[in-house]
């Protein structure tokens, strides 16, 4: 079985879902952005809710959002993993890499991290945040190398960061003042060109279908397979 969720921000409550007491070593929860529980490699809590996400039967898997201490995801090296690069944290913990294509029980799923912070102007740079939270130009050009691969031809897309059309749509229907940025524009080109069958974000904090293959989640956990 494969679950979908949103950003978890390093609260351990989010995963202590009943939906995932009946998963075991064959199934995955993938977390769209802001995973969080890799922040503060000292704090003693950060430790014991590594220890505890490490004890889980099944594999956990996440996009990286905004919200990361990039200097300790970047520490580790990048590991072929299901078809894609990835950073291995523990033997069921992976971070999938901006512009990789991974293969999951047969279904192919792009994944593009990354995000900007609109607090950045409250955080400090290398303490609670870092200018990599966008993705460079190469990893950009690696999605779509990717997805030419593939025909772009893919099952599923899981990004941190809607595509432009997400956020026009909420601010229609909410009147919230959503900013567009170049990424929600890359993604936006994206989508226009690409095949696929859903799409999943976690950035705006809400559990919304946008459409029929567009969905924002955050505290839902969604079973795909």
């Known amino acids: 079985m494969i679950f979908i969720t949103g950003d978890t921000h390093g609260d351990i409550s989010c995963l202590k879902n009943a939906k995932l007491n009946k998963l075991g070593e064959k199934d995955y929860l993938i977390v769209c952005g802001d995973f969080g529980f890799l922040w503060n490699a000292q704090d003693e809590k950060e430790k014991k809710n590594m220890e505890w996400l490490k004890k889980r039967k099944y594999t956990i898997c996440f996009v990286d959002g905004a ?4 200097d300790i995801l970047n520490s580790y090296q990048p590991y072929r993993w299901k ?8 033997d069921n913990i992976y971070h999938l890499m901006r512009g ?25 740079e290398g303490e609670s945040w870092w200018e990599s939270e966008l993705p460079s130009a190469e990893e950009l050009k690696n999605g779509v190398y990717n997805l030419e691969s593939t025909q772009r031809n893919i099952n599923y897309i899981l990004t941190y960061e809607p595509p432009t059309i ?3 749509i909420l601010r229609q229907r ?12 890359y993604l936006q080109e994206l989508m226009k060109n690409i095949d696929y069958m859903h799409w999943y974000f976690g950035s705006l904090h809400i559990d919304l279908n946008i459409s029929k293959k567009m969905t ?10």
Request: charge should be negative; glycine fraction near 10%.
């Open 216 to 225: 924002a989640v955050f505290n839902e956990i969604i079973q795909i397979s």
């Open 83 to 90: 078809g894609g690069n990835a950073h291995k944290i523990a």
């Open 174 to 185: 909410t009147n919230q003042d959503l900013s567009i940025t170049p990424l929600n524009t």
């Open 100 to 124: 990789e294509i991974f293969t999951l029980e047969g279904k192919t799923f792009f994944v593009m991290g990354g995000g900007e912070s609109d607090d950045a102007y409250m955080r400090k």
């Open 67 to 70: 919200h990361e201490n990039f």
């Open 166 to 168: 997400a956020k026009d």
